[in-house]
């Protein structure tokens, strides 16, 4: 039996890595909140179907690259996988009582998004700090950040920054302005509450209050950050 249990414990290891690794260059063809979504369709409330479109990093446009990390991860540049100074304060704040603030990572989320199901137990939360340990070593930061806009949900059934930019605003990822960036990442804290194509006076604000912080931030400049040695060699020399 200890054989047996070893064993299953090195196939679950060498299966998640492997995966994690294949993702590095392999892009997803789903995910496991898309699935969830794809299997509750038709009940109440749910989307019928899912939307759902890979776009690559470079037909991107650069605004929501620096919109998400301005809403959802402002240490994304420099942190290793985990906010400290944010969980802890999350922590505190559960002690006191107070509502607790939102501490995950982009990390975080793509590693809950892609192999993960909602929820606040500690086995999840433990196979989410696990999942996000890989993806932070074996991938760029570019890479996570290509992936996350990639799969998020911006509405009720629609994933990704390629079909949110046609659904919402009729153009492709590429086009999408800092305006429209910054309502796309507004929304994300919520995106079957919130909505994009009618926004409330309380997304409106936090879509200003955004494009502030990507400004505070340095605005593209701020993915210079987060590109390759190799990536800013290759422009110098051009």
């Given amino acids: 039996m200890f054989r047996f249990a070893l064993r299953l414990v090195l196939l679950v290891l060498l299966l998640s890595v492997g995966s994690v690794l294949l993702l590095r260059w392999v892009d997803p063809p789903t995910s496991a909140f898309m699935i969830r979504e794809r299997l509750s369709a038709g009940q109440p409330g749910k989307p019928r179907n899912v939307q759902y479109r ?15 990390i301005a809403a959802e991860d402002q240490k994304f540049p420099s942190h290793h996988g985990f906010d400290l100074e944010s969980i802890n304060d999350a922590l505190e704040d559960r002690e006191r009582g107070r509502r607790v603030r939102g501490a995950s990572t982009l990390s975080q989320q793509v590693a809950k998004n892609l192999f993960l199901w909602p929820g606040q137990s500690w086995v999840r939360k433990g196979l989410e700090a696990y999942f996000t340990v890989l993806i932070e070593t074996l991938w760029p930061k570019r890479r996570i950040l290509e992936v996350y806009v990639n799969i998020a949900e911006f509405g009720s059934g629609v994933f990704g920054v390629a079909v949110a930019s046609e659904v919402y605003f009729k153009k492709p990822a590429a086009a999408l302005n800092a305006s429209d960036a910054a309502l796309l990442a507004a929304v994300l804290p919520s995106p079957k509450r919130m909505k994009v194509h009618s926004p409330s006076r309380y997304v409106r604000s936090r879509q200003e209050w955004i494009l502030g912080q990507m400004q505070g931030l340095g605005g593209v400049g701020l993915l210079r950050e987060i590109e390759p040695a190799a990536t800013k060699q290759k422009k110098n020399k051009g």
């Avoid at 890979?54 to 998400?68: F, G, M, N, Q, T």
């Fill in 54 to 68: 890979w776009v690559d990093d470079e037909r991107i446009s650069p605004h929501i690259k620096v919109a998400v």
